[in-house]
């Protein structure tokens, strides 16, 4: 199946639907519902969210390739992109509402406290992405190098739960939910690529390549 | 003393905010409502946190105790619905809910140890050993939030002289009741059940600390501790332990359960100290519930001038 001209329409409700925890967030907001304490609520809410989206983007490709669905790859960019969208709220939710623009706390926080280190490397990495996310970056980059580039999601994504898991007081059952997740996706890539090397052990493709030869793996 | 609190119209008077919402609630939720189903969040989620409506009983001849402090109370609503209460959830909006049907009667506890007086004491015989006085304490939770809480009680030293301690008793001992039938928190190993906290005798019998069993002029929520708990206003707020039925006088240093469990992270002393991070996160400042800007925090929660001379000659580093 090739969803042809309705992919605009697919894009159209997926972009709404990724605004939707923000929507949400706002309403709760407006309406005094956000609980005792609200900050903590904002900030927690945009930094699961930011690994929920980071997680969706390194699904695609898993997804197109299990089930057939090759265009399903003209959706990663925007997934990717709102992965950097929360992983900013979350961000600037630190920056103002925790510590209030005080760059000296935020720099000793960055070196003292491994969670935010974390967090702070996580956040850091996407910022490359998201710039390089058009298409005439992949262009000026080359398909390669920016491939290559673009294999930052992954430390990314495990500092981003590494900064999960070291944050949460005692209970880690939902930061144990993402690195189960994401060990399985990595694993997936893993595999693929030691298949792909058996299968063809003259090829010298670099690994990586392996999930990523159709043209239309890079960008839209 | 009753800082921003009306005289003639009480809490309980007031409609929750709950029910005079609930039509606006809809509409808004009506619209809302096909944007969730597209991110799989459950429409339960969005009304979280669920605000709790009580029918606590009041608590009469109220005195006004020693200590307490004039700054701006936490409302009922924010002390009762945002609870760390892991014996019913690690989630602090969910007690409240959980602890809906929890039951406080009959409740025994039991007194033991180094003591000449052992027994079984009625909940209700122990609330009737002083009359009922109001404190209005901050407290601090070792996340870094905080609350100025009105607790109704009397000191906790009242009971421990009933008891008569012998010359062994150095600390003491709180244990707080297992029922994981009732605590569905408790079902889970998150920590080791029951939970255990403890106290140096002298920390014990000061007459800050106390044994509560009512907030704001009211019988003491489920969600908050009941029927009977500690609190230890200049220590991290998970040293004041809830729903005791075990009070033990002992000669060795109990072993207190957060202790245990991270012993790095969380000491037997667990004083309020900005100058003693946790290993994670800094403990210089505090977000006050309802307050937009973070406040510095105060040694020994602000109560330094009362405990400090319990600790003189101590490193409070080693001994965090």
Redesign the interface.
Known sequence: MTPGKNLRWIKVVLF??CL??L??LG??AL???L???P??VITFSTGTWTLVFLLATLSITPLRRLTGQLWLIQLRRMVGLFAFFYACLHFTTYIW??K?FDVHEMLK?VV????ITAGFTAFVLLIPLAITSTRGMIVRLGGKTWQCLHRLIYVSALAGVVHYI??V???ERVPAIFATILGALLLYRILSWALQRTKSPSSRRPPGRAWQQQPDAIGE | MSIGKSQDLKYSEVTPKKWYMSRRTFIAAASVAGATVLTGRSLREMFSPAEHAHAASKIENLKKGPFSTTEKETPYKDITNYNNYYEFSTDKYEPAGLSKDFKTRPWTVSLEGEAKKKQSLDVDSIIKLAPAEERIYRLRCVEGWSMVIPWIGFPLSVLLNKMEPTSKAKFVEFTTVYDPKQMPGQRRGVLDWPYVEGLRMDEAMHPLTILAFGLYDEVLPNQDGAPLRIVVPWKYGFKSAKAIVKIRLVEQQPINTWNKSAPDEYGFYSNVNPEVDHPRWSQATERRIGEFRKRPTLKFNGYGDQVASLYAGMDLRKNF
């Open positions: 709404f639907a939707a925890p929507a949400l309403w709760k309406h005094d519902a609980g005792a304490n900050i903590q509402l925790d209030f926080d003292k406290r491994p969670f070291w944050l007081k005692k209970d």
